[in-house]
């Protein structure tokens, strides 16, 4: 009897030692791919992207939002299918997938099914926005793979909805009001928007035939010659309307919706909301703070509902159907 109560504890010892060993943590892949640094490997291929194309970094992040709120961040929201989270109305007009394959491929010449799809989602979003001048944050590694993706469980917030929507969709999912409010203007800070996500606020807000009146009034005009109300054509706007930091993770989106410059109606209620308008303040006076606390709240998101261990899997190429069906 003694003897079978060695062996339990020492399984379950070990049960709880391999438990601490699948957790993610900052460096995970050091040693995992001989000589070869997996995260430079990733970097090189960011940068690249980024040098052509600067607007990658809005993709990135906004990529990796949708792809964590939704069934956690398991790049599920790369898989190809025809109900896929790719077919889901939000996930339309995501993009980037075809870096992440690129980095992908890169990875699994140096060291084949080693590095996950979801990890690399992870690594190249703080790659792009420390190439936008953005802090350089240390991502925690480890994600596997999920093996679902269905677009019935994509449910992500629209651009009309309210602060107290909004906050009550982070909360439900571990965040607090400040943690929503840096993930909203983080990503927002190098976001666009097309024309038809805000033109109500230009021409007929909540019905009343005329503009929002919380939107600058010379923006709204500028913005109406942007939007024509009949376009056939859905331009693309700037949510940081500063040209400089336009396309930098700065602070600036909060100076911009405190001066009645946001274009998104979530955006710029943001600004005056009793539980929200403290907090902006805050991080519009100090650039340095809102840094700091961004790649925190970019870390807290990267570990949503994660896949570690021998859960999920390791996928060959990122928009490859698992294995496992599902």
Same mark, same amino acid.
Do not use: W
């Given at each position: 009897?003694?003897?079978?109560?060695?062996?339990?504890?020492?399984?379950?010892?070990?049960?709880?030692?391999?438990?601490?060993?699948?957790?993610?943590?900052?460096?995970?892949?050091?040693?995992?791919?001989?000589?070869?640094?997996?995260?430079?490997?990733? !970097?090189?291929?960011?940068?690249?992207?980024?040098?052509?194309?600067?607007?990658?970094?809005?993709?990135?992040?906004? *990529?990796?939002?949708?792809?964590?709120?939704?069934?956690?961040?398991?790049?599920?929201?790369?898989?190809?299918?025809?109900?896929? $989270?790719?077919?889901?109305?939000?996930?339309?007009?995501?993009?980037?997938?075809?870096?992440?394959?690129?980095?992908?491929?890169?990875? $699994?010449?140096?060291?084949?099914?080693?590095?996950?799809?979801?990890?690399?989602?992870?690594?190249?979003?703080?790659?792009?926005?420390?190439?936008?001048?953005?802090?350089?944050?240390?991502? @925690?590694?480890?994600?596997?793979?999920?093996?679902?993706?269905?677009?019935?469980?994509?449910?992500?917030?629209?651009?009309?909805?309210?602060?107290?929507?909004? *906050?009550?969709?982070?909360?439900?999912?571990?965040?607090?009001?400040?943690? *929503?409010?840096?993930?909203?203007?983080?990503?927002?800070?190098?976001?666009?928007?097309?024309?038809?996500?805000? @033109?109500?606020?230009?021409?007929?807000?909540?019905?009343?035939?005329?503009?929002?009146?919380?939107?600058?009034?010379?923006?709204?005009? !500028?913005?109406?010659? !942007?939007?024509? @109300?009949?376009?056939?054509?859905?331009?693309l706007v700037n949510l940081d309307q500063t040209p400089s930091s336009a396309l930098v993770v700065d602070n600036g989106f909060y100076k911009q919706i405190k001066a009645r410059r946001g274009i998104l109606e979530i955006d710029q209620a943001m600004a005056f909301h009793s539980s929200t308008s403290a907090i902006v303040t805050s991080f519009a006076n100090n650039g340095k703070s809102f840094?700091?606390?961004?790649?925190?709240?970019?870390?807290?998101?990267?570990?949503? @509902?994660?896949?570690?261990?021998?859960?999920? $899997?390791?996928?060959?190429?990122?928009?490859?159907?698992?294995? !496992?069906?599902?």
């Open positions: 009897m003694k003897s079978f109560r060695v062996v339990v504890f020492v399984l379950i010892l070990l049960s709880l030692t391999s438990d601490c060993h699948a957790a993610l943590k900052a460096g995970f892949y050091v040693g995992k791919c001989g000589k070869q640094n997996v995260e430079s490997i990733i !970097r090189n291929v960011v940068r690249q992207r980024f040098a052509r194309d600067p607007t990658i970094v809005a993709a990135l992040l906004r *990529m990796q939002f949708h792809d964590c709120f939704v069934s956690g961040c398991d790049a599920s929201v790369l898989l190809n299918g025809a109900r896929s $989270e790719k077919t889901a109305p939000p996930n339309l007009s995501l993009r980037g997938f075809d870096l992440i394959e690129r980095a992908k491929a890169a990875v $699994e010449k140096a060291c084949p099914r080693v590095v996950s799809c979801a990890d690399i989602i992870a690594v190249a979003a703080r790659d792009a926005v420390f190439l936008s001048k953005g802090m350089n944050y240390r991502v @925690q590694t480890g994600r596997r793979d999920g093996v679902v993706s269905l677009a019935s469980n994509v449910n992500l917030p629209g651009p009309g909805i309210s602060v107290s929507q909004s *906050m009550g969709f982070f909360a439900n999912k571990g965040f607090s009001t400040r943690e *929503m409010v840096l993930l909203i203007g983080g990503g927002h800070s190098v976001g666009v928007a097309h024309c038809s996500l805000f @033109q109500n606020r230009l021409y007929n807000f909540r019905n009343t035939g005329r503009p929002d009146p919380s939107m600058d009034v010379n923006l709204a005009n !500028r913005l109406r010659g !942007r939007c024509p @109300q009949r376009s056939a054509i859905d331009n840094q700091t606390q961004f790649g925190a709240a970019m870390i807290k998101m990267g570990a949503m @509902q994660v896949l570690t261990g021998k859960k999920g $899997e390791i996928r060959k190429t990122c928009g490859a159907r698992p294995r !496992r069906s599902s």
